[in-house]
């Protein structure tokens, strides 16, 4: 499951060519505080799912909800 979200998350992705410096930006609309810049497209992309990867477990950890994707949903499950 967190493979698929992780996936469905990415093909939102949004990526743009920086022209002050030609790095490239990339982010997840919908998905706050997730973004990455880097010098070549594929290291965006890289970096972009790691930080997508550390948001999930933070927000997990932390009880925060994690937007639905695609109809994937990730949460926490109290076990007794």
Avoid: K, N
Wanted: with cysteine; hydrophobic share 45%; proline share 6%.
């Amino acid at each position: 499951m967190l493979t698929a979200y992780i996936a469905a998350a990415l093909r939102r992705a949004h990526y743009e060519l920086l022209p002050d410096d030609g790095t490239f930006y990339g982010a997840i609309p919908g998905l706050d505080g997730v973004w990455a810049q880097a010098p070549s497209l594929e290291e965006c992309r890289e970096e972009l799912q790691e930080v997508l990867e550390e948001w999930i477990v933070l927000g997990l950890r932390m009880g925060h909800p994690i937007p639905s994707i695609d109809g994937i949903t990730l949460t926490v499950l109290d076990v007794a």
